[in-house]
């Protein structure tokens, strides 16, 4: 394990993962970094990276539902995109999940700590690959997809503390609040699966909060009511 606390929660979790250096220049608005050379968790150097691809092809990420307190959740437009989702982005080595996660908050929606409370999270990993022509077979580590924790927000501030255009490449140009199970049918179909996993761990904990008639049960397909298979 490299020497950062921070980076235990990967490496722990993928032994030999492979690792990008950090010095690396990044491209513009969230592109790959140009490789100056890459290292494994275990190999006895250290390294400062930032971003993670494991033996697999799979990023480390964090997705966030920020729910308000009538069940309604977070949904956002991509820039110069048709498409919707929740935010979300990878997770850097310098980072623990839960920080990661207010980063991207932060960096997504305008949104501080203060504004959020923390309800629940799934536990370990779940993925999604993607699809074919989205992956970049020149690269030299290929991303085949996405590894994610997801996290339950409960939003306590107003709406005007969401500013989407907070970074020189907001992720999104337009949001709104829609019912909690409303992305299973409207998220880009890769993602469904993913999706379906995440709002059915987290559910429960939206539950307590809205109540059953916000957060109804929801039959996912072949998996039962309210239920998901864990990855």
Request: aromatic share 10%.
């Amino acid at each position: 394990m490299l020497c950062s606390n921070r980076l235990s929660y990967i490496a722990n979790a993928e032994p030999g993962i492979i690792l990008i250096l950090a010095g690396a220049v990044n491209s513009p608005c969230g592109g790959l970094p140009k490789l100056r050379g890459t290292g494994t968790v275990g190999a006895g150097k250290f390294f400062e990276v930032r971003i993670v691809i494991d033996p697999d092809g799979f990023r480390p990420n964090v997705g966030i539902v920020l729910m308000h307190d009538d069940g309604r959740v977070f949904w956002a437009r991509r820039v110069r995109r048709d498409g919707w989702q929740f935010p979300q982005g990878g997770i850097n080595t310098d980072e623990t999940p839960l920080e990661a996660m207010y980063r991207e908050l932060r960096e997504e929606t305008g949104l501080l700590p203060a504004h959020v409370d923390v309800l629940g999270a799934t536990p370990g990993w779940l993925r999604y690959r993607l699809p074919p022509h989205a992956i970049r077979h020149r690269d030299k580590l290929v991303c085949i997809g996405q590894k994610q924790v997801w996290y339950l927000l409960r939003f306590r501030g107003l709406e005007g503390d969401v500013q989407l255009d907070g970074t020189d490449c907001p992720e999104f140009d337009h949001w709104r609040w829609v019912d909690f199970w409303y992305p299973l049918q409207h998220v880009v179909t890769f993602k469904r699966s993913v999706y379906a996993r995440a709002l059915a761990h987290l559910a429960p904990h939206a539950r307590a909060v809205a109540g059953a008639l916000a957060v109804p049960e929801y039959a996912l397909p072949g998996r039962g009511i309210g239920q998901a298979r864990q990855r």
